[in-house]
């Protein structure tokens, strides 16, 4: 049987991650969706195991000692990360592996993991994703500016991944991804064990 | 406007990969078929520019001489090769490129231009492809063997190639090959371009 691989999505707040990581989800029912690790604890419905695994701090920082996440971070007071266990159970139950996580993250898990295919969720301009964020109407336009900011920044370091997916209509970027996680699968490493195994 | 892409395809004798193009071909109206160009004579119903581009040795040798030709080789006295300006042409109008060469001229290629993509169209096992060459029933067992010994040959080499094909059915080849060429227009520079242009 094939083994699965792990597909790193990274993207700038508002440019509409979440709607096409879902569809991708929706359209590709074997994908297995990273769960994050956390120490924070659970808000009203959030349920173990599928919104987040919660860990007490002490278990998190056992789990650091003992290598047990591919990435991790801190973010006011609490631990985030992205357990090792889970996504290599996935792979070698043939799933591919989706996370969906922040650029520091995906550094972290580059250097664990190069074959780790990264992935860059762009919008089609600097302007638009500005459109964006100010029509969710959520936010002053200090903490836009801070969070476009924030956005170029990111968008420096994802120069080097592998592929970028720009999000203009969530068709386009599903149908792109879907593109690359099928092509990624016809590297000769992987087909030149399937003819041997004929 | 986005620049076409070059996809360079090889593969051994018997494996089906001239199906495969064609149904690529068929799938694909704006990607352009490179034609060889050569010094040996038309055969009866052969149109200059379309089954090839039929030269002279005195021009060919000129075009040598010129750079013109991305790969060429010499076959029983006449002279193949693929021609640099159809292809850049083709590519300056936004089409993607179909280079069906032998692995030698991939070489030749990928050593001017390192960005083209190399794909090896694979047979799903050894014994299905002598399989497939014994019921062409067009060559004794002496000449079959020699072309599966040749196809291992030119496997250590694929073995470097970006891609790998395997051509169990025509529709899963076909679909492979376009998700392959839908994701490399994923790659960063490409998408950077397309961003920095709005």
Known sequence: MRKGKTFIICGPSGVGKGTVVARLLASNPT????????????????????????????KFREWIDADEFLEYAQFVGNFYGTPRRYV????????????????????????????????????PSWAELERRLIGRGTEDMEKIRSR???GRQEFAVAKDFDYFVINDTVNRAVDDLLAIMRSEH?????????????
């Open 31 to 58: 994908l297995y969706f990273s769960v994050s690790a956390t120490t924070r604890p659970p808000r009203a419905g959030e349920v173990d195991g599928v919104h987040y695994h919660f860990l007490t701090k002490e």
């Open 88 to 123: 290599d159970r996935a792979m070698d139950q043939g799933r591919d592996v989706l996370l969906d996580i922040e650029i520091q993250g995906a550094e972290q898990v580059h250097a664990k993991r190069p074959e780790a295919v990264r992935i860059y969720v762009a919008p």
């Open 186 to 198: 016809c590297r000769p490493d992987e087909r030149i064990a399937e003819i041997n195994r004929h």
């Open 148 to 150: 476009l900011e924030r």
